[in-house]
């Protein structure tokens, strides 16, 4: 989309607006923008005019959805140009540039409000700035041979001996092809389900390709800050990928009414990489719907004690899809392991858009020692030691004014907020830690660091360490 991504057009309008006028005043907004009609996300409006004919004809013709927001949504939004007549009438100060800004989640007005006799517009958009490609182990595997990594989430001292030699083990299979039954059934066993539920995948990253590919979604959602992998999967698939983006403020807890009604895919982290919010399930179960592919990415479910919340191993909610690793609680990234939980008929369709033989012999072995019940036992009780050092490391942040933590932390990591992040980095850094920096999510910006949680010898040497980074970049 050139400068730009999640490009929004808000539009208000008279009763009876003809669909001719809305489509003119929109090709001119953009025109003023030097932007072409490809570029554009979604028209956005407030709800008492989403069944407007002419709008929704409108959005009919540039082959966009239409986006309706509740009047009172649209009111919390400030606008540069409200109007008193505007309030009375719809509920909101501005329809067009408050939905237009709704719509873009976070975005910035490009063009504030254009009126033609029967309708107003404006245009909003949010800069391209977020790298959705770059992860934690950027901070480590370029110069960082010698730092202490808590840039990557993967738990420390992993794999486990006994892993590592039932992975060994499977070498000696390695001129067979792989087959993946074994694994796939205990799996399936380890979360109560039958095997036609169950697609392992060569780690989580694969199964949002699959998602992103075979699941045929023409409204896709994203709720973020999350993991970005799921929406640059979208993206690179020819899909428009619409935001929702949870606020600071609201501690990054969803809110199930700003996902809209129309999404027919929907994304959600839980807990959430990078917040490390622990969304009630009752909030995710609530955006299941029928003809919706609700996605729940529970990649770090298993660090968090008793795997409360999960939806793992659930079948009365339609379309859910579970996403699983196993690559961070054992030390696995390198040998890319993990699986989907669905409904059959969903399986079988993301199973048909993968290559033949996707698990490699050494995986699976590794995933069928993962679900036994020694490794759960081992799981749970490494949940229980991070939850301990995570309250350690928390009560040491709460030490610093300088520093905020946004949202309850529930996963092996933790999201700060800090003036001068990128200085406070690069000096942690200098001082023997990799970070990860948090502008690469979409709803963060260059105030944000993420901290994995490790062990409370080496928190105390981290806290130490940005005290020094701290004194050094105060102004």
């Not at 923008?33 to 009919?60: D, F, H, N, R």
């Not at 245009?123 to 977020?130: F, G, K």
Request: proline residues 7%; hydrophobic residues 50%.
């Amino acid at each position: 989309m050139g400068e730009y991504e999640q490009v929004v057009v808000g539009v208000g309008a008279r009763a009876g607006v003809s669909a001719a006028e809305v489509c003119t005043l929109v090709e001119e907004t953009l025109c003023a923008a030097g932007l072409p009609v490809a570029a554009v996300t979604a028209l956005a409006t407030v709800e008492s005019k989403a069944g407007e004919p002419g709008i929704a004809e409108a959005a009919k013709r540039f082959g966009l959805p239409l986006l309706g927001y509740p009047a009172e949504e649209l009111a919390r939004v400030a606008v540069p140009h409200p109007a008193q007549a505007v309030q009375e009438a719809t509920g909101t100060p501005s329809v067009a540039e408050a939905a237009a800004l709704a719509g873009s989640g976070g975005g910035h007005l490009l063009v504030a409000k254009r009126k033609s006799a029967a309708a107003t517009c404006a245009l909003a958009a949010v800069l391209e700035a977020h790298d959705l490609r770059h992860h934690g182990d950027a901070e480590v595997v370029d110069g960082g041979a010698g730092l202490v990594d808590l840039a990557v989430n993967v738990r420390t001292g992993t794999p486990p001996a006994w892993l590592k030699q039932r992975i060994a083990d499977s070498l000696d299979t390695l001129a067979a092809y792989p087959d993946g039954r074994a694994a796939r059934a205990a799996v399936a066993a380890r979360h109560g389900l039958p095997v036609e539920r169950v697609l392992l995948t060569a780690g989580a990253a694969e199964a949002f390709v699959l998602v992103a590919r075979a699941l045929g979604a023409v409204r896709p959602v994203v709720v973020h800050p999350q993991f970005t992998e799921p929406e640059a999967a979208l993206r690179d698939a020819g899909h428009r990928v619409e935001r929702v983006l949870l606020r600071a403020e609201d501690g990054f807890r969803l809110d199930p009414a700003l996902v809209p009604p129309e999404a027919d895919l929907v994304v959600v982290g839980n807990p959430t990489n990078p917040t490390s919010v622990l969304h009630p399930a009752a909030d995710l179960v609530a955006l299941a719907r029928p003809g919706r592919i609700l996605v729940v990415d529970e990649a770090f479910m298993d660090a968090v004690p008793g795997e409360r919340e999960a939806l793992a191993g659930r079948t009365d909610v339609p379309g859910l899809v579970v996403l699983r690793s196993l690559t961070k609680t054992w030390g696995l990234a390198g040998l890319r392991i993990g699986y989907v939980l669905a409904e059959p008929e969903v399986i079988a369709r993301l199973a048909a858009a993968q290559p033949l033989w996707p698990v490699s012999s050494p995986a699976l072995a590794a995933a069928e020692a993962c679900v036994s019940p020694r490794a759960l036992a081992e799981a749970e009780a490494a949940a229980e030691r991070i939850a301990v050092d995570r309250a350690h490391l928390l009560a040491g942040l709460a030490e610093f004014e300088e520093i905020s933590v946004c949202g309850a932390a529930q996963g092996p990591f933790v999201l700060i907020r800090v003036e001068r992040a990128a200085e406070v980095r690069t000096r942690l850094r200098a001082l023997g830690f990799a970070v990860r920096r948090g502008d690469t999510f979409p709803g963060l910006d260059r105030s944000w660091l993420r901290l994995a949680v490790r062990d409370r010898a080496t928190t105390g040497r981290l806290l130490q360490a940005l005290d020094h980074a701290l004194t050094l970049t105060s102004p």
